[in-house]
């Protein structure tokens, strides 16, 4: 790791080549961050980038719907950077389908990752950021956790219970200098998967993963007499 005295850490999940390694790489700019996801070469590959531009960086590989893979990416960032000041929960997926296509075991995937890991890593960070009586939550959410479409009956209401932890951590935490925020993603995002599936996709039609990342940013740090608790970010064209 690059040797720099930053003392805040931010932890980031869900790292992918788009809207998490845009987050990670923009806080890693003031803070070291903690990178979580299932797969470790991508992760190697972010935290080289990030050392090698002067930043501080953590590769803690995990699935983030598994409580034993949690507590243990948790108790190394503690170990090696400190405790997390900032959790910016980007991890999402979900099995598009209707009822009469989607499986119990694609439900309760779609679950673990949105919702379920959602709650084991807030449960991580609370207790610090409470006695510390500050810190900030984020979490990254989607339309299907207001509106879910016929096809969204694993990702909807995976997405409103992570809509739901959020208010209920917010109501919990603010009083105690936590911020806690949920954001509502509206929109396709602008990543090389997405380019090569759409190719007629213009980049204006599509939200810019470093616009994102900039977004995450303001919120985290808010004044406190004015914090945010919910916000939606779409393209300037989207229909909504």
């Keep these: 790791m690059a040797s720099n005295n930053n003392s805040k850490v931010a932890v980031v999940t869900g790292v992918?080549?788009?809207t998490g390694a845009s987050?990670?790489?923009?806080?890693a700019r003031e803070y070291s961050v903690a990178l979580i996801a299932r797969s470790p070469g991508y992760l190697k590959e972010l935290g080289d980038e990030i050392r090698k531009n002067g930043g501080r960086a953590l590769e803690t590989p995990a699935d983030v719907g598994n409580p034993q893979q949690v507590k243990e990416a948790f108790a190394k960032i503690r170990a090696e950077l400190g405790d997390p000041g900032v959790l910016?929960?980007?991890?999402?997926?979900g099995t598009w389908?209707?009822?009469?296509?989607i499986s119990a075991e694609q439900y309760e995937d779609t679950w673990r990752v949105n919702s379920f890991g959602a709650f084991l890593c807030a449960k991580e960070v609370a207790p610090k950021m409470i006695e510390k009586g500050q810190g900030v939550m984020l979490f990254t959410g989607a339309t299907a956790g207001v509106k879910a479409g016929p096809k969204s009956v694993a990702f909807g209401p995976a997405k409103f219970a992570m809509r739901g932890l959020a208010q209920s951590l917010s109501r919990d935490l603010s009083p105690r200098g936590v911020h806690v925020a949920w954001i509502?993603?509206?929109?396709?995002?602008?990543?090389?998967?997405?380019r090569k599936a759409y190719p007629q996709l213009k980049p204006e039609d599509m939200l810019n993963p470093d616009a994102i990342a900039d977004?995450?940013?303001?919120i985290a740090h808010q004044d406190r007499s004015a914090w945010t608790m919910e916000l939606e970010v779409r393209p300037f064209k989207e229909k909504f």
């Design 23 to 27: 987050i990670a790489r923009r806080f």
């Design 97 to 101: 389908g209707t009822i009469m296509e």
């Design 215 to 218: 977004t995450y940013w303001h």
């Design 16 to 18: 992918g080549a788009g």
């Design 88 to 93: 910016l929960y980007n991890a999402g997926s």
């Design 184 to 194: 509502n993603v509206d929109g396709i995002i602008d990543i090389p998967r997405v």
